[in-house]
């Protein structure tokens, strides 16, 4: 018997009947591991209800209550962090140690939505007219949604749930089909933790519980992760329907590779880079940018550290997890087909793996091209697979010209130890998130997380205070208390006196 994952709607797991439902898969194994139910617009209707009623109370709790509610639910993710951490790993296949640093960066978001009281503080200006005072307020949307992809299924949705919440909102959340139950686990601890009934709600589905949700007149904000495709699609029709968006999409990330860099570094960064989490991540490193003459000696290194990574099961304490679905090897493997159709030296060939795990997994190894060239599809989409592409180019400002002629914008690292080429790649790269030797720059949960162009649409950025704006709407108040003096009639435009 596999497991019933369902919707966790007004404090509870969901006890209506199945309409629709979805196979969800142990990635490692190839085996169906559990069915989840993919809601209607019906049943989407139901938890957007019970989020309205459960708002008119939420939006009212002090400060101190909402704090209280998260610091317990901190403390119920740190505790069980390794529970979460499994339950990752069972349906999306990454590695144990790499679910466990997802849970941490959510983890951290939490703790920064603890810091509501002082996020939420505004500004006050006594006497801008004799006897008036101004002041700003922020307050909570009302129902807010979040539409969460596949690739962190916990972290994901911790950038936008705990913050929202904090915020006086109340929430729906629709997580991705292929890994369900990290959303599930989230939504009964922060019962535990202390939540009103209805404050956070979890509907499982697929474009149709996305469409009902960006078409309920109820539902005032949606923040999207995903594909570009679904994010621009997202975007539209939510902004048509008036609510407020924020869609971060796919990414193609470029590292650049100067000649001065440290090329064991920036070789180690290649492969933690590319090779994490299989390559599915919107800021995996896919596309190494070597300025000659470092290609040669960057390549030998790379593939050298290639050959000492474990492809398998991530519960055995391997290097690199399978892909999640067998649909999703398919669409990989065969941009590793096209790349080697198209001209591309593949220097590692990852359907060569012989992985530490079941027959039916679904395995495909790390895979390195060099020679490949902007024309090639390997370069131009998004792969969101161990495939690493290796672009030579004959100085930096080739380098430059290729990443800000990328459609996406998303992350970018510079390998370098000449800080002013540094500083002038952050200056003049055109993409939302630059490290430097950092092959990961995903910023803390204090600063924003976003890209540019096709990697995000919307102007907001996730979490940060940026979260806390996109979950707030402000308003300016302009008082004064009644006294004689003030009366008489003024047609005029109020100035200050
Ligand atoms: P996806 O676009 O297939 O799915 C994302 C969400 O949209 C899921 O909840 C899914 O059920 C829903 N969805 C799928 N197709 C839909 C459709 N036609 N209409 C409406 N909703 C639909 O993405 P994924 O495969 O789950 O995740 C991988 C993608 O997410 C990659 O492109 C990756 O780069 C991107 N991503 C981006 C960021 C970022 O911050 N920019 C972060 C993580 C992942």
Known sequence: MSERITHFVD????????????????????????????AGTADVDIAVAAAVRAGREWRDASLARRTSV????????????????????????????????????????????CGIPTLLAGGHSENVSTGVDSYTLRQPLGVVAVISPFNFPAMVPLWFVPIAVACGNTVVLKPSEKDPSSAGLLAA???????????????HGDKEAVDALLDHRDVKSVSFVGSTPVARYVYERGTAAGKRVQALGGAKNHMVVLPDADLDLAADAAVNAGFGSAGERCMAISVVVAVEPVADALVERIAARIGGLRTGDGRRGCDMGPLVTAAHLARVTSYVE???AAGAKAVVDGRDVVADGAAGGYWLGPTLFDHVTPDMSIYTDEIFGPVLSVVRVASYDEALALVNACEYGNGTAIFTNDGGAARRYQHEVEVGMVGVNVPIPVPMAYYSF????????GDTHAHGREGVHFFTRGKVVTSRWLDPSHGGINLGFPTQT
Do not use: M
């Open 450 to 457: 976003g890209g540019w162009k096709s990697s995000l649409f």
């Open 338 to 340: 096209a790349g080697a």
């Open 11 to 38: 404090g509870k797991p969901w006890t209506g009947e199945p309409g629709r439902t979805g196979e969800v898969f142990d990635p490692a194994t190839g085996t169906v591991s559990g069915h989840v139910d993919l």
């Open 70 to 113: 998260l610091f317990a639910f901190r403390e119920i993710v740190n505790a069980r962090r390794d529970e979460l951490a499994a339950t990752i790993t069972a349906e999306h296949g990454k590695v144990l140690s790499d679910a466990a640093g997802e849970v941490q960066r959510g983890l951290e978001i939490i703790e920064y939505a």
């Open 189 to 203: 601890w922060f019962s535990e933790a202390g939540l009103p009934d209805g404050v956070f709600n979890v509907v």
